[in-house]
């Protein structure tokens, strides 16, 4: 059974920085994403990587997050630099077969790693 592990997460002030990693438990996926839930809201894409490293971003984090692979580690990092109170929520990890970007179909899904940004 294929699980993704995701870590990294925590509480941060404003402005500051964490670094999420996700490491699948069995094998490769062609891309792999993270998405964001915050309380009372639906679950949102934040980013996404190819096996080959094409990457896209979602306009609220762009130029801030950068998220990047290690396939001789099989694991993918989600650097989250100037963060913003309403970056605060539940981040998933999540990977598909395919390997083309997207921002919504995924195959697996991790349990999520809390990040909170205080004010």
């Known amino acids: 059974q294929v699980q993704l592990v995701e870590s990294g997460g925590g509480l941060v002030q404003a402005g500051g920085s964490l670094k999420l990693s996700c490491a699948p438990s069995?094998?490769?996926?062609?891309?792999m994403g993270w998405f964001r839930q915050a309380p009372g809201k639906e679950r949102e894409f934040v980013a996404a990587i190819t096996w080959s490293g094409s990457s896209t971003y979602s306009d609220s984090v762009k130029d801030r997050f950068t998220i990047s692979r290690d396939n001789a580690k099989n694991t993918v990092y989600l650097q989250m630099n100037s963060l913003k109170p309403e970056d605060t929520a539940v981040y998933y990890c999540?990977?598909?077969?395919?390997?083309?970007?997207?921002?919504?179909?995924?195959?697996?899904w991790g349990q999520g790693t809390q990040v909170t940004v205080s004010s």
């Open positions: 069995i094998r490769t996926f062609g891309a």
């Open positions: 999540a990977a598909r077969n395919r390997a083309t970007l997207s921002t919504s179909a995924y195959d697996y």
